[in-house]
């Protein structure tokens, strides 16, 4: 019974959702504050189970006293953040905040180098003509030209130093096709994501709910 109606539930809140491509409605309003009220308690369920519980309260309980005083500190910062919903004391929040942002900032930029950059300045050291124990490969060769043609042209358009005109220009013209094939791309992906989950849904009301297939 109940697993029926949770499929009931979840049908209804997936047609008030797609209410909204005929327009905004009242029933898609209270659809979407529910969602966001449920992935908001969710999160803070999340944060606690997997983040405070395990690396300050059970660590804190488990650890030598030095390693103690030193957790008080995350602690207290994370205490401070709560005056944020405290307007008088809400100006004291920004003190964590601004420690948690600058971290953010510093990992961010690490994990940049390491995780894109780098890799991606790995990728563009390839060989123009590809040969191999079975001779010369054309198809690799092509696709490396391409590659690194490419990443010249790229960069040439974001040179702003010198006017593009001649074949500085050329080059950033091209670079602007490139670029546009990189956005092309992506948002193809992002596209092909939205529409894969538009199916799961109509496959939910056809298959779970409707039980037409």
Request: hydrophobic share 55%; net charge positive.
């Amino acid at each position: 019974m109940a697993q029926i109606i949770g499929t009931w539930f979840a049908a209804f809140l997936t047609l008030a959702i797609l209410s909204f491509l005929y327009k905004d409605n009242p029933i898609y309003k209270a659809a979407e504050h529910l969602y966001v009220g449920a992935s908001a308690a969710y999160a803070v369920i999340y944060v606690y189970f997997f983040d405070v519980k395990p690396l300050l309260l059970e660590r804190f309980a488990n650890s030598p006293v030095l390693e103690r005083w030193l957790l008080v500190i995350p602690g207290f910062m994370g205490l401070l953040m709560l005056t944020r919903f405290i307007p008088k004391y809400a100006y004291i929040s920004r003190i964590p905040i601004s420690f948690t942002v600058g971290m953010g900032a510093g990992l961010g930029i690490t994990a940049a180098f390491q995780g894109f950059l780098i890799p991606q300045l790995q990728s563009t050291l390839i060989p123009i003509v590809v040969w191999s124990t079975n001779g010369f490969q054309l198809m690799d060769t092509i696709n490396n030209i391409i590659m690194v043609v490419g990443v010249l042209c790229t960069l040439t358009y974001f040179y702003f130093s010198k006017p593009h005109t001649g074949i500085l220009g050329h080059s950033a013209k091209l670079g602007i096709v490139y670029i546009m094939v990189a956005f092309g791309a992506a948002f193809g992906y992002t596209f092909m994501a939205r529409v894969s989950l538009l199916i799961g849904r109509v496959y939910f009301l056809v298959h779970d709910w409707l039980a037409l297939v």
